[in-house]
């Protein structure tokens, strides 16, 4: 692991979009995470990777606030996240704070989650007017806009429903991307996908991180994707990174035997 | 003297027709009142705030667990002395509405928690704000699933705006009364005011099994 890269401290934490120092989260006595630190450059797409329940997952949500920190403290952006200072103290982030910072932050899920009782174009537009505070014009524009990019152009006034799940997930990227959010985090984003839908939506993915200079964590066991599509690699194990490098490096010459094993599991399975 | 005399029987459809609308006045208000404010009690069943909801939930247990005639005996009778005056048909329909809020709280409760966490993490992910997560995402999803038990509730309540005539409303069964002690003949009276209650909610709940079924396939 490169330490370098790993330990932001202080001042620095501004030339990093992410930046998680000694968090630690536990449900009930179960200890997801502990200790954990690394850092994100801006524009940087990194990965994790590891077995399920090593708290891959559990970084993303608790970067899109859906859980809290048991101890240390998350920045994005510049700003703390987790935690807010009162009174010369850092106290725990209430929910406005985090729906502010939060701002900055965009994710797509493994179950896409798309809202089911508005159309395509509700599901996009929703956010940018109300949060934004985007006309509905301009929010229509955006929305017509990332719609063709994710080549749904025609499926504008479709209910989610009425589309196949390949498609229900191009609709949920370009609905994060309306935001124009500086992070985007990717949850397991073509799991819960029938095989013959998961090229489009990795290719459209590709795509995006050509094109954009999103920061953009991503969670999957798509690794061809992983290794094409990272900056780097993160390997979690237990709650901890036990391995960070670029994916050339990590995919070929893993230093980690545990990272190896890993490795060989989920290649025997694709 | 003939059990059925078809003079008799038209000659009191009149008033009993003015006794239903009365009855239809009641369940509609009260009806209104009862999703109005069972939301209110569903939603702060939910408050951040553990006092507020330890008290409503007593207050729902409270009202769920006496009888609806006590309470509006109670609406009717005590808060006179407390200065509010009200007719006997606005108690009447504040009894039942607050009566029956208590149970559609309940089904609004059901109704909500049947919306997937999925959806509550996508609304925050796009940071919407507490009050369009509601009435944007979470109601829309719920409300359409729970419309045939909150109809059950309408028919229910239909059936029992007669308690009404303990403070002195002129629903349908209390004009069957009134008109059936002109010259005690009762017969006629009672049974068309049964036959008018059977002819509106057999339909009506048929009308919601349909719905249901629409509904379940949401």
Same mark, same amino acid.
């Given at each position: 692991?490169?330490?370098?890269?790993? &330990?932001?401290?202080?001042?620095?934490?501004?030339?990093?979009?992410?930046?998680?120092?000694?968090?630690?989260?536990?449900?009930?006595? /179960?200890?997801?995470?502990?200790? =954990?630190?690394?850092?994100?450059?801006?524009?940087?797409?990194?990965?994790?990777?590891?077995?399920?329940?090593?708290?891959?997952?559990?970084?993303?949500? =608790?970067?899109?606030?859906? #859980?809290?920190?048991?101890?240390?403290?998350?920045?994005?952006?510049?700003?703390? +996240?987790?935690?807010?200072?009162?009174?010369? &103290?850092?106290?725990?982030?209430? #929910?406005?704070?985090?729906?502010?910072?939060?701002?900055?932050?965009?994710?797509?899920?493994?179950?896409?989650?798309?809202?089911?009782?508005?159309?395509?174009?509700?599901?996009?537009?929703?956010?940018?007017?109300?949060?934004?505070?985007?006309?509905?014009?301009?929010?229509?524009?955006?929305?017509?806009?990332?719609?063709?990019?994710?080549? =749904?152009?025609?499926?504008?006034?479709? /209910?989610?429903? &009425?589309?196949?799940?390949?498609?229900?997930?191009?609709?949920?990227?370009?609905?994060? =991307?309306?935001?124009?959010?500086?992070?985007?985090?990717?949850?397991?984003?073509?799991?819960?996908?029938?095989?013959?839908?998961?090229?489009?939506?990795?290719?459209?993915?590709?795509?995006?991180?050509?094109?954009?200079?999103?920061?953009?964590?991503?969670?999957?066991?798509?690794?061809?994707?992983?290794?094409?599509?990272?900056?780097?690699?993160?390997?979690?194990?237990?709650?901890?990174?036990?391995?960070?490098?670029?994916?050339? #490096?990590?995919?070929?010459?893993?230093?980690?035997?545990?990272?190896?094993?890993?490795?060989?599991?989920? +290649?025997?399975?694709? | 003297?003939?059990?059925?005399?078809?003079?008799?029987?038209?000659?009191?459809?009149?008033?009993? $027709?003015?006794?239903? $609308?009365?009855?239809?006045?009641?369940?509609?208000?009260?009806?209104?009142?009862?999703?109005?404010?069972?939301?209110?009690?569903?939603?702060?069943?939910?408050?951040?705030?553990?006092?507020?909801?330890?008290?409503?939930?007593?207050?729902? @247990?409270? !009202?769920?667990?006496?009888?609806?005639?006590?309470?509006?005996?109670?609406?009717?009778?005590?808060?006179?002395?407390?200065?509010?005056?009200?007719?006997?048909?606005? !108690?009447? !329909?504040?009894?039942?509405?607050?009566?029956?809020?208590?149970?559609?709280? @309940?089904?609004?409760?059901?109704?909500?928690?049947?919306?997937?966490?999925?959806?509550?993490?996508?609304?925050?992910?796009?940071?919407?704000?507490?009050?369009?997560?509601?009435?944007?995402?979470?109601?829309?999803?719920?409300?359409?699933?729970?419309?045939?038990?909150?109809?059950?509730?309408?028919?229910?309540?239909?059936?029992?705006?007669?308690?009404?005539?303990?403070?002195?409303?002129?629903?349908? !069964?209390?004009?069957?009364?009134?008109?059936?002690?002109? @010259?005690?003949?009762?017969?006629?009276?009672?049974?068309?005011?049964?036959?008018?209650?059977?002819?509106?909610?057999?339909?009506?709940?048929?009308?919601?099994?349909?719905?249901?079924?629409?509904?379940?396939?949401?």
């Amino acid at each position: 692991m490169s330490s370098e890269l790993s &330990q932001p401290t202080g001042e620095a934490t501004r030339d990093w979009m992410i930046v998680f120092e000694g968090v630690e989260k536990r449900f009930g006595d /179960h200890v997801v995470l502990s200790e =954990l630190d690394f850092a994100v450059r801006p524009g940087e797409h990194v990965t994790l990777i590891g077995p399920s329940g090593s708290g891959k997952t559990t970084i993303l949500r =608790l970067l899109m606030t859906l #859980e809290k920190v048991n101890a240390g403290t998350i920045h994005v952006g510049g700003e703390c +996240l987790s935690h807010v200072r009162r009174n010369d &103290q850092l106290v725990p982030a209430d #929910e406005k704070h985090c729906r502010r910072v939060r701002k900055k932050i965009g994710m797509v899920f493994q179950q896409f989650n798309l809202f089911p009782n508005m159309t395509v174009r509700g599901n996009l537009i929703e956010a940018p007017t109300r949060v934004l505070g985007l006309s509905k014009a301009e929010a229509n524009a955006r929305a017509e806009e990332l719609l063709e990019m994710v080549g =749904l152009g025609e499926k504008i006034d479709a /209910h989610p429903t &009425q589309l196949s799940g390949g498609q229900q997930q191009r609709v949920a990227i370009a609905r994060a =991307l309306a935001m124009r959010p500086d992070v985007l985090l990717l949850d397991e984003v073509t799991s819960a996908l029938d095989p013959e839908l998961v090229a489009g939506v990795l290719k459209l993915l590709h795509d995006i991180g050509e094109t954009t200079d999103i920061t953009i964590l991503c969670v999957t066991h798509e690794m061809g994707f992983a290794r094409d599509f990272s900056h780097r690699v993160m390997m979690f194990d237990g709650g901890r990174v036990i391995e960070d490098a670029a994916p050339e #490096e990590l995919f070929t010459e893993p230093r980690q035997q545990r990272t190896r094993d890993f490795l060989r599991a989920v +290649l025997e399975r694709h | 003297m003939d059990v059925w005399n078809w003079d008799f029987a038209l000659s009191i459809l009149p008033a009993l $027709l003015d006794g239903l $609308l009365i009855t239809l006045l009641a369940t509609v208000l009260g009806s209104l009142l009862a999703f109005t404010l069972g939301l209110v009690f569903a939603l702060l069943l939910r408050a951040p705030l553990g006092p507020v909801r330890v008290l409503v939930r007593g207050f729902v @247990e409270f !009202v769920r667990s006496t009888p609806l005639l006590v309470q509006i005996f109670f609406l009717f009778y005590v808060l006179p002395d407390y200065g509010v005056v009200l007719n006997a048909i606005t !108690v009447g !329909v504040l009894g039942l509405g607050l009566h029956y809020a208590t149970y559609t709280a @309940e089904v609004y409760r059901a109704g909500i928690d049947a919306v997937p966490r999925g959806q509550w993490e996508a609304a925050t992910a796009l940071s919407l704000p507490r009050y369009r997560v509601w009435t944007g995402v979470v109601l829309p999803q719920a409300v359409p699933r729970v419309l045939p038990a909150l109809g059950n509730y309408v028919i229910s309540m239909f059936k029992e705006t007669p308690l009404l005539i303990g403070i002195g409303v002129f629903d349908l !069964v209390g004009q069957a009364r009134e008109v059936g002690g002109i @010259e005690f003949r009762y017969v006629e009276a009672y049974t068309l005011a049964g036959l008018f209650f059977l002819l509106l909610s057999y339909p009506s709940a048929l009308l919601l099994r349909r719905l249901e079924r629409r509904v379940g396939v949401l």
